[in-house]
């Protein structure tokens, strides 16, 4: 009876001990522990970060830009312009190699990949653009009034061809509202670097580069608005006069194939009126006074290169654009459901037509004036026959819409390893020599 009782107060004892052993408060992290797991927490956003900012990192290629993809053509271009003004986008980490580097119009460039006008046509996301590592950025086209463009849909892709037809219509929101951005961005950037280096933003900006980057060039095309004569070339005048004072190189637009009343495309008449009052103008201006481009398209025959090259040469015009996008189709494209569509074609099948335009020109000129070769370069070894046809640097656009922002450092890397020692500037025309 003893033991029975003893028995169970025993059982007793040892529940209320288990009870009171499982029932016990956790002991509380200590420090050292929280302060590791904030470490370790640091470490891997810290890593993620990086990854996700770098422009050639694989998320861009494979996972982001796809995913643009799956949108409707112009929405994703106004969604990356909104990204990319919103400081969301990422960055080219490293230092270009100094056998890219190109002297232009007595201006450094520390690389020859620029960007094409038209993905930026309002200057909304210049410091974005260079922060990507182009050497030289092209916003517009830009009209002195603002202008909606031609009615949606507009933009169209053809993914599987890397190929882009566009009916835009110059749609933009004006000299004023962009010449605003522009000058904004350029004293701001000035006020700082005078703050940094002490000197004075007046000093600065005598000789800065318009870009306010020592090794990049900002460049400003310019066209006409729809509503203007189809021989008048008083809105280049007007948009030289208000925003050529912000502009590393100004471009003459007199090719865009989306809209009629540029007779300077096709009336070589026409054209020379419109060189000589853009030289005119830009001769008069009373301080600096910026070098003037002609974006010309690639489906002029020999005559009417011939005369485009001595125009340029009579006149002194200061490069060209070779070339803006084409009506034509390839027929292996004219069948499809894109390629019936009306407007400028853009992508690989254009650049048979810009290479041999690039190529033309320079031997027309003979190699007196800059060439800006453009169209259809989605890789270094496109970039460099374009040197070697005698572009002194070249522009892309449809190929990093395809690929992603680390189209631009791709290209690099390719030309470093293409160049094998040489320095871009010595490839140059070298298919001419």
């Not at 006008?117 to 182009?134: R, S």
């Not at 835009?168 to 522009?182: F, S």
């Amino acid at each position: 009876m003893f033991r029975i009782a003893a028995h169970a107060g025993g059982a007793h004892t040892q529940r209320r001990l288990g009870s009171r052993a499982f029932g016990s408060k956790a002991q509380p992290p200590s420090a050292a522990r929280n302060a590791a797991w904030a470490a370790g927490w640091l470490v891997v956003g810290g890593l993620g970060y990086l990854y996700v900012t770098d422009a050639s990192a694989g998320i861009h290629r494979y996972v982001s830009t796809p995913l643009m993809r799956l949108l409707d053509a112009e929405k994703a271009h106004d969604l990356a312009i909104f990204t990319l003004k919103h400081g969301l986008h990422p960055v080219d980490r490293n230092d270009d190699d100094a056998l890219l580097e190109v002297t232009l119009w007595g201006k450094r460039i520390s690389n020859p990949v620029g960007l094409a006008a038209g993905f930026d046509k309002n200057a909304e996301a210049v410091d974005a653009l260079f922060a990507m590592g182009f050497g030289a950025v092209e916003v517009g086209s830009i009209t002195p009034e603002a202008q909606a463009g031609n009615p949606k849909p507009r933009l169209f892709r053809a993914d599987d061809r890397g190929t882009t037809i566009n009916r835009m219509g110059l749609n933009n929101d004006g000299m004023h509202v962009c010449g605003d951005r522009i000058r904004t961005r350029f004293w701001r950037l000035l006020a700082t670097q005078s703050q940094k280096q002490g000197q004075t933003v007046a000093s600065l900006a005598a000789s800065a580069n318009r870009s306010a980057l020592g090794d990049r060039l900002l460049g400003i095309n310019l066209s006409k608005n729809k509503a203007s004569a189809a021989d008048s070339h008083s809105d280049y005048v007007a948009g030289l006069n208000a925003l050529g004072p912000y502009a590393d190189y100004f471009v003459i637009n007199v090719s865009c194939p989306n809209v009629k009343n540029i007779a300077a495309a096709s009336d070589v008449a026409v054209l020379e009126d419109t060189v000589r009052a853009v030289m005119r103008a830009r001769n008069a201006m009373p301080d600096y006074r910026p070098p003037v481009v002609l974006k010309i398209g690639p489906d002029n025959d020999a005559d009417q290169l011939r005369l485009i090259a001595q125009l340029a040469l009579d006149y002194r015009v200061d490069g060209i654009i070779a070339t803006n996008t084409t009506r034509s189709r390839p027929a292996e494209l004219a069948a499809t459901p894109v390629g019936r569509e009306d407007g400028g074609l853009s992508g690989p099948p254009l650049r048979g037509l810009a290479l041999a335009t690039t190529r033309d020109i320079y031997r027309l000129t003979r190699g007196r004036i800059p060439i800006i070769g453009c169209g259809g370069i989605a890789s270094a070894e496109d970039a460099l026959a374009f040197a070697r046809a005698g572009a002194s640097f070249v522009q892309i656009y449809s190929s990093m819409t395809l690929d992603g922002p680390g189209k631009v450092r791709e290209i690099k890397d390719g030309l470093v390893d293409l160049l094998k020692g040489r320095r871009w500037a010595d490839v140059v025309g070298e298919d001419a020599k």
